[in-house]
């Protein structure tokens, strides 16, 4: 699973296999969760409540770049690092 970003110990992924909806991964001390990327929402999972306002916070920035890599993912091609959340 490609990590397309890392901020606050919070890890991001995407896997390649991934179903819809456009969805990627996030994973903090133990915890995962799996975040629709255009609904901004969580699908599966949890994190504690301060990682995941950043994750949302990051992903509502980086919209655009996640539906790329996304496209990416599907076609098996490398996706591209994300800025992490600043």
């Not at 990590?3 to 990627?24: N, V």
């Amino acid at each position: 699973m490609p990590e397309i970003s890392l901020f606050g110990g919070i890890r991001i992924t995407m896997y390649h296999d991934d179903h819809s909806p456009p969805r990627f991964h996030a994973s903090y001390a133990g915890r995962d969760a799996s975040i629709d990327i255009q609904e901004g929402c969580v699908m599966k999972g949890s994190l504690p409540r301060r990682q995941l306002k950043y994750v949302l916070a990051w992903a509502e920035l980086h919209q655009d770049e996640l539906m790329q890599n996304w496209e990416l993912s599907k076609t098996g091609e490398p996706m591209k690092k994300i800025a992490p959340l600043m």
